[in-house]
């Protein structure tokens, strides 16, 4: 796989659930950074991820057609949008059910070996998911 072809084949998978597709996608050693410290290696943890992150908002979307390839590179401008239907894990943090609705942009780079994701680094503004989640208030005076 290209990885032009990455963001199409991986929204499809994502927006089905279909986590083996998902990992297909992934080198077996894949590297995962994430906001907070969150770091991962292997395809089994990266799929945990996505399962507890499925369970935590139960119609969430993803949405990966904003993007740049330059070779074995890929950056995604993404978005993701659903309900907070199950507890959410953030760090060391569990955020209970709220019910509330979010729409989350964030930035994803990606470094591609033979075909294969190995590494993905994600950022988003974690401070507005909380503010979205009504775990925490948006600053009036910026």
Same mark, same amino acid.
């Given at each position: 796989?290209?990885?032009?072809?990455?963001?199409?084949?991986?929204?499809?998978?994502?927006?089905?659930?279909?986590?083996?597709?998902?990992?297909?996608?992934?080198?077996?050693?894949?590297?995962?950074?994430?906001?907070?410290?969150?770091?991962?290696?292997?395809?089994?943890?990266?799929?945990?991820?996505?399962?507890?992150?499925?369970?935590?908002?139960?119609?969430?979307?993803?949405?990966?057609?904003?993007?740049?390839?330059?070779?074995?590179?890929?950056?995604?401008?993404?978005?993701?949008?659903?309900?907070?239907?199950?507890?959410?894990?953030?760090?060391?943090?569990?955020?209970?059910?709220?019910?509330?609705?979010?729409?989350?942009? !964030?930035?994803?780079? !990606?470094?591609?070996?033979?075909?294969?994701?190995?590494?993905?680094?994600?950022?988003?503004?974690?401070?507005?998911?909380?503010?979205?989640?009504?775990?925490?208030?948006?600053?009036?005076?910026?």
């Amino acid at each position: 796989m290209s990885a032009s072809e990455y963001p199409a084949r991986a929204e499809q998978a994502f927006n089905r659930r279909d986590a083996e597709s998902l990992a297909a996608l992934w080198a077996p050693d894949f590297e995962y950074d994430g906001p907070g410290g969150e770091r991962s290696t292997g395809r089994a943890a990266a799929i945990v991820r996505e399962r507890a992150l499925w369970a935590a908002f139960p119609d969430i979307r993803a949405d990966l057609s904003r993007h740049l390839v330059a070779g074995e590179r890929l950056v995604i401008e993404g978005r993701m949008c659903g309900t907070h239907g199950g507890s959410l894990r953030l760090g060391s943090t569990t955020v209970p059910a709220s019910g509330r609705r979010i729409d989350v942009t !964030f930035v994803a780079l !990606f470094r591609f070996v033979d075909g294969l994701v190995a590494h993905e680094r994600v950022v988003y503004d974690r401070a507005d998911l909380l503010v979205q989640l009504g775990v925490a208030s948006a600053a009036e005076d910026r």
